[in-house]
């Protein structure tokens, strides 16, 4: 079982960062994929960006450039850096794992709870 706990949400204005962190814990395996997505009012949840073991990554096409994705394998951390972030950015962002809980290649997978990221002047 793998717990997720994500940090670093709240208010900021246009144009400002945040930076959104998510630490697992628990007994697995390995930890595959950790990602986050997002979820706003009347949206679907959508991928923000993924990062894998070795490093490759994927965004949201309109993010690239703003956001930027990085993870810490020894630490099972990932960390979502946002930056000129825009009132159409506000939304409950959710830390993602992919792992496995022993040594077969059977993987699941595992949410958080979720942050709130609020951009509003």
């Known amino acids: 079982q793998v717990q997720l706990v994500e940090s670093g949400g709240g208010l900021v204005q246009p144009g400002g960062s945040l930076r959104l962190s998510c630490a697992a814990s628990?007994?697995?395996?390995?930890?595959?994929?950790m990602g986050w997505y997002r979820e706003a009012p009347g949206k679907q949840r959508e991928l923000v960006a993924v990062?894998?073991?070795?490093?490759?990554?994927n965004y949201l096409e309109s993010l690239k450039g703003r956001f930027t994705i990085s993870r810490d394998n020894a630490k099972n951390t990932v960390t979502l850096q946002m930056n000129s972030l825009k009132p159409e950015d506000t939304a409950v962002y959710y830390c993602?794992?992919?792992?496995?809980?022993?040594?077969?290649?059977?993987?699941?997978?595992?949410w958080g709870q979720g942050t709130q990221v609020t951009v509003s002047s």
């Open positions: 990062i894998r073991t070795g490093g490759s990554t």
């Open positions: 628990g007994r697995f395996f390995s930890i595959n994929s």
């Open positions: 993602k794992a992919n792992a496995r809980p022993d040594a077969s290649i059977i993987q699941y997978t595992y």
